[in-house]
């Protein structure tokens, strides 16, 4: 979450670490309306990367034409050219791979030392009684044009990176769990609270003195969405998973997902959002640009859930004399009901229909919103497609959304290969789905979406939705 420096050169961030689980679901058949439209297209064009399954991927905030991506095996990350078929890479030199420093403790093996302090991380973690871990690459945040938030499972932590060119500039360490990981299993998720200063020539971080830690409502918090509200109150949504269990089927999801409200003035949850037993997916929430809906995807389902934001524009909303969250589902008497899509109804994304069977490959799902158009692309990881919605909101704020017209299905397009027998070796296995911002033509050439694939390698690729 940053704010401007001219106004308020101490931004208050909240930054989440949890491991990223890589689950499956169940199969939806579409909602809404007549059948989707399925486009067949070219694989489009594609940087590859080393290893598979990039962690995070993310465009940078004033840069339309740039974007940052985390790759897996070695850590590194990337700034990409997206003016380019495929995009390149914006340093012109070799981006550095995390110093190493020799470790007696574990092995005698040289591994990271990403905060440079001349220890190794893993010889830190074993000090503190978790064990040998070095810091695995997680999800992305760009914060600015030449500063991105990496966070770290096993080591837990946020790195700052200069997307440019790769450098380390900055660390903060942290843990989204109050107990050791063999004793945390369905214990509350926590936030943790930073101040940032941007102002300063190195990025400051230092923990929020009156609340650096918020406990979630549920176990698995996952991502961390910055809202402001029509009044410019500034909030933080957080993507409670629940619990997930790996492998493919119907039972996956063990406990209830929600959305977490927090005000970081206040320093606590001031509402929450039950959406049942969910399984939320690990990208972050997408918002619309008038910021009315929120949507979020799947990690075990080809599905969508959503709320109204609208139920958030009470400026009295966590300043009572109950400190306790605010439920907002319909069962508090005088609060609004901010559920559009939750566990029992589900937006259900369509088949492909050449896609993966069900049995083999249940799939997870992310979400985009366009800023400039009433567009939403949702990305299918198994069926190696891009769903493409109308988005329909009212002009009054006021008025209820109707799920049942606020998003219908326009059209299918596959732009990988589907997770199934006879697809080794092509392009599959879609993740991160990103819409550029601004206007196609006009504001920039190229593609107008851009999505990860982890299959057989890493990849970062380019499809035209509305970009001719």
Avoid: K
Wanted: proline share 9%.
């Amino acid at each position: 979450m940053t704010t401007s420096t001219r106004t308020r050169p101490l931004a208050r961030s909240l930054l989440l670490l949890a491991s990223l689980m890589l689950a499956a679901g169940c199969e939806g058949q579409g909602s809404g309306g007549e059948a989707a439209r399925i486009v067949l297209r070219n694989t489009p064009e594609c940087l590859l990367l080393a290893g598979g399954f990039p962690p995070g991927f993310d465009l940078l905030p004033g840069a339309p034409d740039q974007a940052v991506v985390a790759q897996f095996v070695p850590t590194a990350v990337l700034g990409l050219d997206l003016d380019r078929e495929p995009p390149r890479l914006l340093a012109t030199d070799t981006v550095p791979d995390f110093p190493e420093r020799i470790c007696p403790a574990c092995g005698g093996l040289p591994l990271p030392d990403s905060d440079g302090d001349g220890e190794a991380d893993a010889c830190q973690s074993e000090a503190a009684g978790f064990g040998c871990l070095s810091p695995t690459a997680g999800s992305l945040l760009a914060v600015g044009p030449d500063l991105a938030a990496l966070s770290t499972s096993s080591f837990e932590q946020v790195v700052l990176v200069d997307p440019r060119d790769g450098r380390l500039r900055d660390l903060v360490v942290a843990t989204s769990n109050l107990v050791r990981s063999s004793r945390a299993q369905f214990d509350p998720g926590s936030v943790l609270v930073f101040d940032l200063d941007l102002t300063t020539p190195r990025p400051e971080v230092r923990p929020h003195a009156s609340g650096p830690i918020i406990l979630t409502t549920g176990f698995n918090p996952t991502s961390v969405t910055a809202h402001t509200t029509p009044a410019g109150r500034r909030l933080a949504l957080v993507a409670v998973s629940g619990a997930l269990a790996l492998g493919t089927g119907p039972d996956l999801v063990r406990s209830d997902s929600a959305v977490d409200v927090i005000d970081p003035d206040l320093g606590r949850v001031v509402a929450t959002i039950p959406l049942g037993r969910a399984g939320l997916g690990f990208d972050r929430i997408a918002i619309d640009p008038t910021g009315r809906l929120a949507l979020l995807g799947a990690a075990t389902s080809r599905a969508l859930f959503g709320i109204d934001l609208a139920a958030l524009d009470d400026p009295s909303l966590g300043h009572g004399p109950d400190m306790d969250p605010l439920v907002l589902d319909g069962s508090t008497p005088g609060a609004p009901d901010a559920r559009v899509f939750d566990a029992d109804t589900p937006f259900a994304l369509p088949r492909r229909a050449s896609g993966a069977a069900p049995d083999d490959c249940t799939t997870q799902t992310s979400v985009a919103i366009s800023d400039s158009a009433p567009r939403v692309v949702a990305s299918d990881f198994c069926d190696g497609s891009l769903t493409v919605l109308d988005l329909a909101l009212p002009a009054d704020r006021t008025r209820p959304l109707d799920p049942a017209s606020v998003l219908r299905v326009d059209r299918v397009q596959a732009v990988a290969a589907a997770i199934a027998d006879g697809s080794t070796g092509r392009l599959r296995a879609i993740d991160r789905v990103r819409l550029r911002p601004g206007r196609p033509g006009i504001d920039w050439s190229g593609p107008d979406a851009y999505f990860t694939a982890g299959l057989p390698e890493g990849a970062v690729c380019g499809a035209r939705i509305d970009a001719l």
